[in-house]
């Protein structure tokens, strides 16, 4: 039997930028993406600190080192600029085998930028 487990959650990132006329997704600075093993077009949940909001998009791929952090087409009305959100990942693993996983957390400080 396989289970859903948390993979990677990128914490108190802020919200730089919401394009409302695209298409969807959230688009993370390449940087962030890396470091939380996450690949572009992965299925993501957001969770939005400010306003309770919980919904999925994909991620897309932003400029590396920019801080990007960008609400694209209907996730545009789910958080605005300046909103924290944690971003989190999720892997199909094996009961036994998710005993003995942990999930990589890669926390944000000012501009987005990665602390540890």
Do not use: W
Request: glycine letters at 10%; one cysteine or more.
């Amino acid at each position: 039997m396989t289970i859903e487990f948390c993979y990677s959650k990128i914490t108190y990132a802020v919200v730089t930028q919401a394009e409302l006329y695209y298409e969807g997704s959230i688009t993370i600075d390449e940087k962030i993406l890396q470091a939380a093993e996450i690949v572009p077009g992965q299925k993501l949940q957001i969770v939005n600190i400010n306003n309770g909001q919980r919904f999925e998009t994909y991620a897309i791929a932003g400029e590396a080192g920019s801080g990007a952090i960008c609400l694209n087409g209907p996730a545009a009305r789910l958080g605005m600029v300046g909103d924290q959100i944690h971003i989190l990942s999720y892997v199909h693993v094996d009961r036994d085998q998710a005993r003995s996983m942990k999930t990589r957390v890669i926390d944000l400080g000012e501009g987005n930028q990665i602390k540890s």
